[in-house]
């Protein structure tokens, strides 16, 4: 990439450190509803949005509450790390100024919701870098599908080939690989089993933002 104008973040695993507060959740909902989740549950909800969780829940466990009611509950039992523990990964917040000092334009893309976003971000002093703050539920899309990366490039005002999506999930990089974007691999550790699979597929990976210089060489 000769020249990046715009600049979309996923948020878990890629700014914060951040993924290990879902790992179980799916399961930890279900058995805080007295139900005894389905095995392999957590890897079955492990890349939904929220809304996509709701509506598996509802379908696989005969849940009767609204998706909005699971959603909410589903933020509450994650509220405490992102308003008091997680914290922004290595080199994020050098590697932010860097680019704001370039010039370039830098929105957020999460399936996080926004009240959580909003709050860690502005704990860890990362959310002033940002011109908006885009999520799975917003868009009304997954990950799965390019909508928010698309809506998140719209915003930018950046052509795809000048904007580059940063991502940690390998079927995240797909999906924003597809839509045509320059793709940059973020190695986190909750991801590590799909770390060579992220690198043949990705346009260019780091495994800490110190290494952001990369994206220019």
Not at 81 to 98: I, M, S
Not at 174 to 194: L, N, Q, S
Request: charged share 25%; proline share 2%; glycine share 8%.
């Amino acid at each position: 990439m000769n020249k990046m104008k715009g600049a979309i973040f996923d948020m878990d695993g890629t700014l914060l450190d951040s993924m290990h507060v879902w790992r179980t959740k799916g399961e930890d909902y279900l058995r805080s509803r007295g139900l005894e989740p389905h095995a392999g549950a957590n890897e079955a909800t492990q890349y939904m949005s929220m809304a996509q969780m709701a509506d598996y829940f509802r379908a696989e466990y005969g849940l009767r509450d609204s998706e909005q009611q699971i959603i909410d509950d589903l933020n509450r039992m994650v509220e405490n790390q992102y308003l008091h523990v997680v914290l922004a990964k290595e080199g994020v917040p050098e590697a932010l100024e860097r680019l704001a000092g370039q010039g370039v334009r830098m929105c957020v893309a999460t399936a996080t919701d926004l009240p959580l976003v909003e709050a860690a971000l502005k704990r860890t002093g990362l959310l002033p870098y940002f011109s908006a703050v885009f999520t799975c539920t917003g868009v009304g899309a997954g990950k799965d599908r390019p909508d928010i990366y698309c809506c998140a490039q719209e915003h930018l005002g950046a052509a795809i080939s000048e904007t580059v999506v940063f991502e940690d999930a390998l079927y995240a990089v797909r999906t924003a690989k597809r839509a045509g974007f320059y793709v940059a691999g973020v190695y986190d550790y909750w991801e590590r089993k799909k770390w060579s699979e992220i690198q043949a597929l990705a346009d260019i990976c780091i495994h800490s933002f110190s290494e952001i210089e990369r994206i220019w060489k």
